[in-house]
């Protein structure tokens, strides 16, 4: 593996071997790195020729700044794990590389993408999401991009800015990758005591409980329902649980059995912000 700290070099590198006509497919990261990411640096090598992963922490996608002092840091170990998968080139920028002094900051038009869910619960993280992503595909320029489905609402923001900035980059949405006990990897669960993993797993029991109990009709009390199952668990507080249509976001009331829709949680455990989603029209 090659690691890159600059974004001349980065360039460089990709340029000569583009030369040769392979594809490459970029994976975005913040380390302390799980098998979430490893899953899909995996989607990338069976998909293309050339996997660059990233490891950034974007202060700019951080609505509290003590959550971004505690973001976890684990690079030694995220380079042992990226060499073990075989991944071809690092990309590990540093603050001033991503934001020059000169930096442009752009307003991103999301609409209701931008100000639903996590949008309305981390005002002004869909733009720093968006900022950052956007600079990376600049410098990557990558055939393909592979984000996780765990990051539900981010994907459809992606997809969105893809469709926006018209760069030739396809997008591939990765299945969210669970620890035996249901709970989606993530980061953040290092800051979990084992106990609280285990109080957490009541997230994705949570909305595998609405997916079992749907049906067409009304959909409030469900939600409700479900809140109540993460509060007994122990959750401090839940954001939001709903029950939304799967490409806009937009909270479903009256579900007519047909409309592909999903179901999306975000709640804190001590202290810990938790959020995961699960598809109830589809696998
Ligand atoms: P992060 O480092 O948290 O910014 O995540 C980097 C990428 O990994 C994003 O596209 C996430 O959606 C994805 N990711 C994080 N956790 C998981 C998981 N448990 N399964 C699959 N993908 C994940």
Redesign the pocket.
């Known amino acids: 593996m090659i690691l890159f700290k600059t974004i001349n070099e980065l360039k460089k590198y990709i340029t000569a071997k583009r030369l040769s006509g392979i594809s490459v497919g970029f994976?975005?990261?913040?380390?302390?790195?799980?098998?979430?990411?490893l899953?899909?640096l995996r989607a990338s090598k069976t998909t293309t020729e050339l996997t660059i992963c990233s490891?950034f922490v974007?202060p700019a996608q951080f609505n509290d700044p003590s959550d971004y002092q505690q973001y976890p840091v684990t690079i030694e170990q995220d380079i042992r794990l990226l060499e073990s998968e075989n991944c071809d080139v690092l990309f590990l920028p540093s603050v001033p590389e991503i934001y020059p002094a000169d930096f442009q900051k752009k307003q991103y038009k999301l609409g209701a993408l931008e100000t639903s869910l996590e949008g309305e619960f981390r005002p002004g993280h869909f733009q720093g999401v968006c900022q950052v992503v956007d600079r990376l595909l600049s410098i990557v320029e990558p055939d393909w991009l592979?984000?996780?489905?765990?990051?539900y609402q981010?994907?459809m923001v992606i997809t969105e800015l893809i469709r926006q900035t018209g760069i030739h980059t396809r997008l591939q949405i990765?299945?969210?990758?669970?620890e035996a006990s249901g709970l989606?990897?993530?980061?953040?669960n290092l800051r979990l005591t084992a106990q609280d993993r285990e109080k957490a797993t009541a997230i994705y029991r949570s909305l595998q409980w609405i997916k079992t109990t749907i049906r067409p009709g009304t959909t409030l009390a469900l939600s409700e329902a479900a809140e109540k199952i993460l509060l007994e668990a122990g959750f401090d507080k839940v954001d939001y649980i709903s029950i939304a249509d799967a490409q806009s976001l937009e909270p479903i009331e009256n579900w007519d059995g047909q409309l592909p829709i999903v179901a999306l949680a975000a709640g804190f455990l001590s202290g810990v912000r938790l959020i995961d989603n699960i598809s109830l029209t589809g696998e």
Do not use: E, W, Y
């Not at 592979?146 to 990051?151: A, E, N, P, V």
């Not at 990765?174 to 669970?178: A, D, F, L």
């Open positions: 994976v975005p990261t913040m380390g302390a790195l799980h098998s979430g990411h899953s899909l490891i974007n592979f984000l996780g489905r765990k990051d981010q994907c990765v299945p969210t990758m669970r989606a990897m993530s980061s953040r």
